[in-house]
């Protein structure tokens, strides 16, 4: 089992945070919600396991992509900082001059990172192996969980159309995040772009329509989407491209175990190697005497999480959910059943915090998700007790002052560099604002905050930057005091 048992400091801590109405309330968040906006925020010092601040600590609201700390916690507590996914080919058949008899097989092993050039190497990898032609079908395999029901909507549209990247449908397998990468490269003006694969010259998939090159003065008016029928995935595609640089775009795929293994195919094709048989996809892993002809390896997971809480990917964050389920022993059929992985942490480090928090989703796109203040503030204090893996957490917080989103460089000198935080943030169905992580004491000493703003009954929509303004102020009073 990955969690380890409550130290009584961490107990005396959740404790202290539950019973902290002496302390002060966080001034400008609580002029925030006599305005009407809901909110849940709490500091506690995490050397002295003193509560410094509190507002409605136990409050459980929306958290959008502050979920995804607990997502990191949960995948450093199963695995070690350097831990990587493997994407394999394998086969049962035998190579006669050249020729692999049987099927080739692309198993998936649950890795987030996975772009096209894992599948270079794979290919190159392949052709090295001897191989020049594959008389039997490419069969994809995605392994440690199957095939999933979609829940998110936005997943769910894509499944038919998708005019934007990354709201593709998750998959054990899925190349560059469950995207089909697309360049489209200016001719001369007047004629046609041309419209190609990010890493193969023809992409695997049905091109409608034509992208105009114009001088180079001329707007942009380029466009494309995705839609999916019976036949599969195709792109539509119109507009104009001004003479200059080849631009690169992402449009999801439908199905990205599927997709993954049209594009392999291509890849195949290209670099002279024949795969007589369809993409074909089955569930059954395959048994141990079948050979390993290629391997290769994603981002370590200290990366990923990088990843996932410096960008808020939401891609990988609900990967590496139904990974940690899978690893697990359970067999996830879907993400909110996946989740309850991280719901069992939470409630395992605050025992007594009542009910378990819902978790559908380990990215924080699921409305339906929420936390409370003292419940990140939990989470927070054990990693931050735990030497082995706290190094690779903290660093994939952001520091105000390189932060990629310019809203977070404002404001003090102490707010830009001596904070290392994960924001989340949401429109619908009401407004959604957090702000959680570490600040670094003048003395040397750590605190670990956390503030939620929700709108609420009277007041559904709260700005972003009012609600950032609030929780950034609050902040600032403390690091003035400490």
Known sequence: MMLKKISAVLMALTAAATAAQT???????????????????????????????????????????????VTAAVALGLWAPDKVFHTRLMTSGAIIDGELRGDLILLGGGDPSLDDQSFWNLAAQLRGAGVTRVSGRLVVIPAPFGPLGCETQDRCDAM???????????????????????????????????????????????????????????????WMERVTDGAGDRLRVGGDIPVGPAQQDYRAMSDPVRGSGLLLKEMLREIGLRVDGEVVLETTVPAPTFRVLADTQGLAL??????????????????????????????????????????????????????????????????ENVLSANDLISVLAHVYRDTRRFPAYYGGLVVPRDAPFGFLREGSEAWLDRVALKTGSMDVPRSVLGIAGYLRKRDGGWIAFAAIVNGGEARPHVPLREALQAARSDVDELLKKY
Request: charged letters at 15%; a negative charge; hydrophobic letters at 40%.
């Open 302 to 367: 200290n990366e990923q999480l990088g990843r996932m809480l410096r960008y808020s990917n939401n891609y990988i964050a609900d990967v590496l959910t139904l990974d940690a389920a899978a690893d697990m022993g359970s067999s996830p059929t879907q993400l909110s059943g996946a989740a309850q992985v991280l719901s069992n942490f939470v409630t395992e480090l605050r025992p007594s915090g009542g009910q378990p928090p819902l978790l559908h989703s380990g990215s924080g796109l699921s409305p």
């Open 23 to 69: 302390h002060p309330e966080w001034p400008a968040l609580a002029q925030l919600a006599r305005s009407g906006a809901q909110v849940s925020a709490a500091a506690i010092d995490l050397d002295r396991n003193l509560v410094l601040d509190q507002l409605h600590g136990d409050t459980r609201l929306t958290p959008a992509s502050l979920t995804k700390l």
């Open 160 to 222: 038919h159309r998708s005019d934007r990247s990354y709201n593709a449908p998750l998959g054990a397998l899925g190349v560059d995040y469950g995207n089909w990468c697309v360049m489209v490269r200016p001719t001369a003006p007047g004629e046609a772009a041309a419209v190609q694969g990010c890493a193969v010259t023809r992409l695997p998939i049905a091109i409608e329509g034509s992208i105009h090159t114009v001088i180079g003065t001329a707007r942009q008016t380029f």
